[in-house]
């Protein structure tokens, strides 16, 4: 039995979190799969309730869940200096080192190009440090008023561990391709250890072909034919810039889900915010979080060999194509005139 965490977040996560969970239920009960769901406090509603954006109740109990769907946080709404306004990083608490956010377009969906089908692999541990990823201290500092310099960090462990989740990830694609982006030429030490780790963890994947990229020439590639990526490794700020353009090229934040990984847990988080300006609405697109639910699904199923787990993702997935392609329980964003239980509710009847 799969333990998967309900963390609503803030604004439009009260929308679109329950419609995942709605399509995810659906998708168990026509597989057989078993979840236990444990709904916890997370962002503004936890404040009111804990006094404490991330309660420790909650990051107690995420220690013993397979998964969790984490909403969206409204941090920048959020009260600046005071401790318990916090956005909540689940990513360092819990050391989920990769985030993983697949781009694709859709045949009737308005997008920059066709037949795009990416699969972005980012660390996250690492890198142009800043505060949320460090213990103490910071990534950055100005000795004086006319300098300032920034740290980036890379280790062989991490560059390797998020390597072995892009070919694992390829392994299961019917391309089985991994490029790696980096700027060995240059960045000789950091951007050539990152490549160095990722090469040898590829080794243990037989079936995976890597290539390298440099990361200029790979964004003009990718702005161009997106069609000839079909997973790509990349470092925590390259990564960063890279899964925006991605996701522009394909239709959208809407239309972008995404799931940070660690060694055995995986949280669903979609690529958006909490977009307060239509929080309440029913406008909210609910495809990128319940895509980020069934990506959850399928690596947990990989993870652990569950395959009805992977099934239940298979399901989701055919139902979201159904929906898209008939094109008539669609949102606003994506040229339909759906509301967000609208569309969730239809996707769960595909299922």
Known sequence: M????????????????PETVKVMKAAAAKTGLAIEWHPLPIGRAAHATHGHTMPAETVEALKGMHGWLMGP????????????????????????????KPVRSYPNLPSVHKGMDVVFVRETTEGLTR????????????????????????????????ARVACEIAATRPRKKVATVHKAPTFKLVCGMFAEECHKAALDFPDV??????????????????????????????????????AGLAGGLGLAPGMCVGETQAMAQATHGSAPDIAGKGLANPYAMIMSGKLML????????????????????????????????LTGDIGGTASTAQMGDAIAAAV
Do not use: C
């Open 2 to 17: 799969l333990k998967i965490g309900i963390l609503l977040g803030d604004d439009i996560g009260l929308e679109v979190v």
């Open 73 to 100: 946080i409204g941090h920048s709404a959020y009260p600046q200096k005071d401790p318990t306004w916090i956005n909540p990083n689940l990513r360092k608490q819990f050391e989920l080192f990769a985030s993983v």
């Open 131 to 162: 505060a949320g990823t460090m213990v103490a201290g910071a990534g950055e500092f100005r000795p004086n008023d006319e300098i300032s310099i920034g740290m980036r960090v890379v280790t062989r462990r991490g560059a390797n561990r998020v």
């Open 209 to 246: 072909t890597m290539e390298d990229v440099l990361i200029d020439s790979f964004a003009l590639k990718l702005a161009m034919k997106p069609q000839q990526y079909d997973v790509v490794v990349t470092t925590n700020t390259f990564g960063d810039i890279l899964t925006d353009l991605g």
């Open 298 to 329: 399928e690596w947990l199923g990989h993870k652990h060999g569950d395959a009805l787990a992977v099934k239940a993702a298979q399901a989701i997935d055919a139902a979201v194509e159904r929906v898209i392609a008939e094109g008539k329980y």
